[in-house]
């Protein structure tokens, strides 16, 4: 008799997809060391919007970019969970966890998202040139991207060329581009004025799905009110 494997069972939403627990970070040495995060505890949900919010400094940059592996923590661990089960970041090698941001992370950062020398389009097709998608496939699923948060007409252009609120609606495009799982989203809508910040917030609503969740780290209560979960960071904590 031969063994049959059993299938996967199919993530839902609200199954965790990231956990967290007992994240310790602190930066410098001596009197000059800062604890930005302080036995932090979170899990990030399948299909969310999460909003992660607290006063400048209380460690939200730094617990979003523990959980994506960005940042290794003091102490505490990070697993990813998927259908095949869990996996802790400290597991992974340098490689391991690239691969793990690639296949499963898209990132929108406040400014500096996009490279100026290249088009919208390349600047969206980036993060699948080093994979082994055909070329024409690339450029198909970057203009899909680029459509789907109405940049469809501006491919050509170069990010100068764009107001700052284009400029964002791209970094979208790029980080949805891969099918990520989660997207991390650090003051998305911080330097944008409140016309641009509205269409913004409306995008990453509709960027959440079934099998997508979208993490915002923000001030604007606005974006909170937006929020499907919120949390508040306070001196470190998870309040
Ligand atoms: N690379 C670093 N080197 C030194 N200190 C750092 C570093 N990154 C963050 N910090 C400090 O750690 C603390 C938490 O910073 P963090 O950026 O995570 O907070 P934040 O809540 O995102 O703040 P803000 O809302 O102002 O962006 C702050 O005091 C910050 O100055």
Redesign the pocket.
């Known amino acids: 008799m031969t063994d049959v494997e059993t299938p996967s069972p199919t993530p839902t939403v609200g199954d965790v997809v990231v956990r967290a627990t007992g994240l310790r970070k602190a930066?410098?040495e001596g009197d000059g060391r800062?604890v930005?995060l302080d036995g932090a505890d979170v899990e990030v949900r399948l299909g969310e919007l999460l909003v992660v919010r607290?006063p400048?400094?209380?460690?939200?940059?730094?617990?979003l970019q523990c959980l994506s592996g960005i940042l290794p923590p003091d102490e505490g661990a990070v697993s990813w969970v998927d259908a095949d089960g869990e996996v802790a970041l400290a597991d992974l090698d340098d490689d391991g966890r690239t691969d793990l941001r690639a296949q499963r992370m898209g990132f929108v950062f406040q400014t500096l998202n996009l490279l100026p020398a290249l088009t919208v389009r390349e600047n969206v097709e980036l993060p699948l040139v080093l994979g082994a998608l055909p070329a024409v496939e690339i450029r198909q699923r970057a203009g899909d991207a680029l459509v789907s948060v109405g940049m469809g007409d501006r491919a050509d252009a170069f990010p100068a060329q764009l107001s700052g609120g284009q400029q964002q609606r791209v970094a979208l495009a790029r980080a949805l581009v891969s099918e990520p799982d989660v997207i991390w989203a650090d003051?998305p809508t911080g330097a944008l004025d409140s016309v641009a910040q509205a269409e913004m917030l409306e995008l990453l609503r509709a960027a959440v799905t079934p099998t997508r969740t979208v993490v915002i780290?923000s001030?604007a209560e606005v974006v909170a009110a937006a929020a499907d979960r919120v949390i508040t960071?306070v001196d470190g904590r998870v309040a």
């Open positions: 930066f410098g800062i930005a607290g400048s400094g209380c460690g939200k940059s730094t617990l003051e780290v001030h960071m």
